[in-house]
């Protein structure tokens, strides 16, 4: 980790090229959402004050996706509850990160919070830029522990939104990387969800059949730190690679290459062709319409494929842990969407933020964001292990598919890898370079050992500026 002024200066130049390019396709959300009269009872069991920092008015930046809407529309409740104002910006996923950053680094507190990757938390905190929540968790004046409970909050997402043990975010959605297969086409053929690499390349072999438009199994192959650097992580760690070698960030170990060998060779053995420029999206449409037996990806891509609308496979589908690598580990993603605070904001202001943010993760508003929301989109992100076991919330997914909860909680509670991807400041240059890297050696242009030698090169000077 390098000094704070040479990061500040890199990622401050990122952001300002890419700072502006929000101003198309975001858009503010203002309060005036109709709902009727909220029971603020179970908020008001919180031994705090809901009402200090009445009158501010904090700006919040998030995603436009079903589960931060449903959060949206529950603003006038909050607003009734503390007395603050809440402003909402819907910004895309490319370009949330680069608006957050330049807003972070140029300290002129636009967003009090954002809806934040938890690969960014390294490159704030080495600046400065969020402010330390642990602070805000052991004020009583502030949090009700008994109340919040924050240890009710998935571990490896905290663990995610943390630093140096410290916490910088609060986890208010998530996903976990399962796999994904249709129940039907493997008993036809007499399968078993894989457990294994070699069971799961066993299994698309039998169901391969491009003949008939039907692949024996998919994965992200689209570059991007969010897109195959998605997925390649978990081979990697489960192949027993590890992203540090005497304190260097290291991308072409044996296991690295092996890794991204497994990859390649099996997405071109058993995937359709196109899904080298795959996202989830693509994938969850294939799967939908009946092209793939099998797929490694978030869990929440159930809403996609059990929708009767545009599914061809409701009621086909099933689910199972990530398989084991052959180190005998399943890995999979730490994803989640957390909130920090801006460390430019007014004490008041810092107060205000904190308390929407607990507020939004709080278990009440976790369940009315899911169960008992009013809309279809139920949410399956839910940020406690409490709420994962919950009755209502098994009632609400029952739609989603065989084993759905067991295999995203057992996952959550036993796979998730905190040390899923290098984390470091320079997190989003060493993330694109291993990207380009992979699709690289995806599509043919280079060996696999080649590419990621290649990627080392670059990153030892990224890690060096």
Known sequence: MKKQ???????????AALGAVGAAGTGWVGPALAQAPADL?????????????????????????????????????????????VRAEKVPPGQIRQKAMLDLSSKTATYATHAADPMYYPLYVSNKWVEPLDKYLNDATLTDKDWFNY????????????????????????????????????????LKPAETYDQLVSNAKALNDPASRVYGLAMRGFSGAGQNMYIYPSLFRSFGGDWFHNKQVTVNSPEAVKALEWYVNTLTAYAPPAVRNWNWPDI?????????????????????ITNPEK???????????????????????????????????????????????????????????????????????????SLWKAPEFAAAMKGAGDNFIEAALESLEHDTD????????QWPAVGETMATAIQSALVGQ????????????????????
Not at 446 to 465: F, N
């Open 311 to 385: 599914s061809k496979v409701v009621g086909k589908v099933a689910y199972a842990r990530w398989p084991k690598g052959p180190n005998g580990k399943r890995v999979t993603s730490i994803w989640n969407w957390g909130f920090p605070i801006n460390a430019a904001l007014t004490e008041k202001q810092k107060k205000a933020t904190w308390l929407f943010i607990s507020w939004a993760a709080s278990a009440e508003t976790q369940a009315r964001t899911s169960w008992k929301f009013d809309g279809p989109a139920k949410r399956s992100g839910l940020n406690r292990t």
């Open 446 to 465: 280079k060996k696999p050992k080649e590419a990621l030698d290649e990627a080392q090169a670059r990153i030892v000077q990224i890690m060096k500026a």
């Open 418 to 425: 905190v040390e899923w991807r290098p984390r470091v400041p």
């Open 284 to 304: 969850a449409d294939a799967f939908s319409q009946g092209t793939v037996a099998c797929y490694l990806d978030a869990h929440s891509s159930a809403a996609v």
């Open 41 to 85: 009872a179970p908020y008001t069991k919180a031994k705090i004050n809901w009402k200090q920092a009445e009158g501010e008015q904090i700006s919040v930046a998030v995603i436009p996706a079903s589960y931060f809407d449903n959060l949206l529309s529950l603003l006038p409740q909050f607003e009734a509850l503390t007395g603050i104002k």
């Open 151 to 190: 240890g009710d909050i998935l571990k490896a997402w905290r663990e995610a939104d943390s630093v140096d043990g410290k916490p910088y975010g609060i986890p208010y959605d998530g996903e976990v990387t399962v796999q994904v297969y249709r129940k039907d086409l493997y008993a036809a053929k007499g």
């Open 5 to 15: 002024a040479s990061t500040r200066r890199r990622f401050l130049g990122q952001a």
